[in-house]
């Protein structure tokens, strides 16, 4: 009976929250705090997102390999997990319409005859769901020293409008082939993070 309690984990005890400021270009003021050590895990990746009414710009700096990506099998290789809550309602034990859950890799992959490189994934209620975007609109570009620049335009974003709503929810995870994965919130070892967007952090957008 006891083997079926969830762990008490620090990160299961506090509700993350964050400043997420407006911006093309990414700065030091728009780095996420490594929350890591409140799961238990060790980091290896450091986040830093920006806001616009075009959309959301995200900064990712993974330390070592991450270039061995797999579909549709991308949560057991290398490849970074975006969710978003553009509403950011911590009532439901379920994705509404406004979850979205997306994935970029790492390098392009072949399948069925498709180029993959981004999409989105996200699983409602038949009765809560909005059209998954095209994943040509994700745009995911490749620099130097494992840096990643990753956009997704406000189109992409159902129910995105940072005029009427000043908060996200969000959270990521990025998982490393053969090794343990990063986390913002509750990890999904604990929970099946995809369905649990009460759990996911607030994201508060500032000017």
Not at 7 to 35: N, T, W, Y
Not at 52 to 69: D, K
Not at 176 to 187: D, G, V
Request: aromatic fraction near 12%; hydrophobic fraction near 35%.
């Amino acid at each position: 009976m006891l083997e079926e309690l969830v762990p008490l984990v620090p990160v299961h005890f506090v509700q993350i929250q964050a400043d997420c400021f407006a911006g093309k270009r990414l700065s030091d003021k728009h780095r996420l705090p490594d929350l890591s050590k409140l799961n238990g895990l060790r980091s290896f990746a450091d986040l830093s997102i920006g806001w616009s009414e075009e959309g959301v710009r995200m900064r990712v700096v993974i330390e070592g390999a991450f270039n061995e990506p797999d579909f549709p099998n991308f949560q057991t290789a290398d490849s970074i997990e975006l969710f978003f809550d553009t509403r950011d309602v911590k009532t439901t034990g379920y994705n509404t319409r406004f979850c979205h859950h997306f994935y970029f890799l790492p390098e392009a992959v072949q399948h069925d005859g498709n180029r993959i490189v981004a999409g989105e994934a996200t699983r409602f209620r038949t009765e809560d769901v909005h059209a998954l975007c095209d994943g040509d609109k994700l745009e995911i570009k490749k620099g130097k020293k494992g840096i990643f620049e990753i956009f997704i335009p406000a189109e992409c974003l159902h129910g995105y409008d940072p005029g009427q709503f000043n908060r996200m929810g969000f959270t990521y995870r990025i998982n490393r082939i053969n090794n343990t994965s990063q986390y913002f919130s509750a990890n999904d070892e604990d929970f099946s993070i995809e369905q649990q967007p009460s759990l996911w952090a607030s994201l508060k957008l500032v000017k």
